[in-house]
């Protein structure tokens, strides 16, 4: 065999093994770049409510957040309006976001009403 064909034979096994290549790693590319990252369920992803119906307090994580909405557990006013989730405590879609004190433990919500308390009235704290 001549020294001109078993080169024009290795440049074209190296031209099909990077091929190959490219296209394993294209595939990886777009393989994990489509992957969601979970939603987060530690401390610091956790939002506050207070129920308007029954009158708990309780938190939901980012991931209890991400279904809620997925499952329409969720009603809303609007644009720039209040949004309400549903209740851990009486199942009603009355919880919304809202604060604690971490002094007095007073709880305040995010957007209160005319006649509710916008901060803590022993330290001026407010959500």
């Known amino acids: 065999m001549s020294t001109l064909a078993r080169a024009g034979t290795r ?8 091929v190959l290549l490219l296209a394993i790693a294209g595939w990886r590319l777009v393989r994990l770049g489509n992957r969601t990252s979970a939603a987060p369920t ?61 002094q007095h433990g007073i709880v305040i919500k995010c957007r209160p009403g005319p006649d509710e308390p916008r901060k803590c009235s022993d330290c001026g704290w407010h959500p």
């Open 11 to 18: 440049n074209t096994v190296l031209i099909v093994i990077a």
């Open 42 to 102: 530690d401390e610091s992803s956790w939002v506050y409510f207070v129920c308007e119906n029954c009158g708990a307090y309780f938190h939901l994580n980012g991931r209890e957040v991400e279904e809620a909405l997925t499952k329409g557990d969720v009603t809303s006013t609007g644009m720039g309006g209040t949004t309400t989730f549903r209740c851990k405590e009486c199942d009603e879609l009355k919880a919304v976001r809202a604060g604690k004190c971490p």
